[in-house]
């Protein structure tokens, strides 16, 4: 019997690729479904590893599903996956059209649009920010002058990610400028978005909980730390794993995680809950993402634990049973590079290379190119990660070799400089 198709819903990232990888060592033919503008194949490896594609426009998702389902069953596919954030709920309903394992595609809806998210974590008892959701000017205002918002407050799209059009704001003067940063930015590929969340600011020490979902049966794999620049912008400059926390708090953690994932109806996938622990140790759920977490966390669970999280995916996709215990105690870390200002990159010295305990070094930026002072996770230069069996002594091999990279910026606005700068450092909030 040959090995079903798998199809991955878009294919950029890092994860695409090893999800390929994944399917393709064990057997299955690989497919991908793309807009037919701007596709976003991400590598010739990931080329290499298709055997088809189906090209269909995401913006219009009952005409996708229909393509994406018509495509899937003439190429004998048996799981669908998505890396996209955009694309979970249009997964959902893909696989509810195929009958393959998936998510409730009743629910698909609130794991993305954060409103709808609000409206679903909130009925389920989980601890959430006071959230108003302002559609124009005069909501934002009645939201802004609501005492249980407060301040400072977060404005941000309902349907954004990637940091994008998130404000800290500190005061009605901000806000104008911040709720317009968050109207250009929402949507699919910041393609606009006016409907607004104006959030009460929950304070304390950011992590996220990355767990895979198997017939609704909850394994959380990691908690993760989160290094998150200070200021109006909150940008991830860092992620650390395994984050051990008190017993009491990873158990109120884990409990506020496991009410959202059912909340959000995660049946059979990834998850990727971000949570807020305030000094008085009380979580509160910040967002749920139906996928698997970005910022290359997958595969430090891979380096720090030994779960090879892609074919996990996989297996779970595919309605087997998957393998999710750990095989390594170890520790293992990321830092992204960021620019302290606006510029052109002109040039970067100083980066780490691939060896022992440094398993991956990745840039992005081209020399010439223009960088920004870090507005969203989408102006991170690079990154590399340090991994090793204690975690104080990989935390501080990796803000060491931080410490070297040295950018050069010529200054294009926003005050910027021709002298050396240190990488990100200045962006990395303690
Ligand atoms: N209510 C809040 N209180 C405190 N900080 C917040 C709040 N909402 C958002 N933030 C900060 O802003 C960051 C980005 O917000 P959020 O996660 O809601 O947006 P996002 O675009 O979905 O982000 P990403 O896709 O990068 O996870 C959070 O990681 C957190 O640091
Ligand atoms: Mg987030």
């Known amino acids: 019997m040959t090995a079903p198709g798998v199809l991955l819903l878009d294919a950029s990232g890092p994860e695409s690729v090893a999800l390929a990888r994944a399917a393709a060592v064990r057997g299955h033919a690989v497919h991908a479904a793309a807009t037919p503008a701007g596709s976003t194949f991400c590598s010739a490896e990931f080329i290499g590893l298709l055997a088809g594609r189906v090209l269909t426009d995401f913006a219009r998702p009952s005409r996708a599903v229909q393509e994406i389902t018509a495509y899937a069953r003439r190429h004998g596919v048996g799981a669908v996956l998505t890396v996209n954030e955009y694309l979970t709920e249009l997964a959902a309903l893909v696989c509810a059209e195929l009958a393959l394992p998936g998510n409730d595609r009743r629910l698909a809806h609130a794991a993305r649009d954060k409103a709808a998210m609000h409206r679903a974590l909130t009925a389920a008892g989980v601890r959430v ?138 049946r059979h996938g990834p998850s990727h809950t971000e949570v807020m622990v305030g000094p008085d140790g009380q979580c509160t759920v910040i967002e749920i993402a139906a996928r698997l977490a970005a910022g290359h966390i997958g595969f430090l669970i891979q380096h720090a634990l030994g779960i090879d999280v892609f074919p996990a995916l996989l297996d779970v996709a595919l309605g087997r049973r998957a393998t999710l215990y750990p095989t390594a105690h170890g520790h293992a870390t990321v830092r992204f590079i960021t620019s302290p200002y606006a510029g052109r990159l002109a040039s970067v010295t100083g980066l780490p290379r691939v060896g022992p305990g440094v398993p991956f070094v990745r ?65 990395i909030a303690s």
């Open 129 to 266: 920010p006071y959230t108003r959701l302002a559609r124009d000017d005069g909501e934002l205002r009645e939201a802004l002058g609501d005492a249980r918002v407060g301040l400072p407050c977060v404005i941000k799209p309902a349907c954004g990610a990637g940091s994008a059009g998130v404000s800290v704001v500190s005061g009605p003067a901000d806000a104008i400028a911040a709720a317009g940063r968050a109207r250009a930015a929402g949507g699919m590929g910041g393609g606009g978005d006016q409907h607004l969340l104006v959030q009460a600011y929950a304070a304390g020490a950011e992590y996220s909980i990355e767990s895979i979902t198997q017939d609704g049966a909850i394994t959380h794999l990691a908690v993760t730390e989160k290094r998150v620049t200070s200021g109006s912008h909150r940008v991830e400059t860092g992620h650390s794993l395994p984050a051990h926390l008190p017993p009491e708090i990873e158990k109120a953690v884990y409990r506020e995680a496991d009410a959202a994932i059912r909340a959000v109806g995660i």
């Open 363 to 427: 840039w992005r930026a081209a020399i010439g190119g223009l960088v920004h002072a870090p507005r969203a996770n989408a102006h991170r230069l690079g990154s590399f990660g340090v991994t090793g069996p204690d975690p104080v002594e990989a935390e501080e091999r990796a803000d060491a070799l931080l410490r070297r990279v040295r950018i050069r910026i010529d200054p294009a606005g926003e005050g910027g400089s021709d002298q050396d700068s240190p990488a990100s450092t200045s962006d």
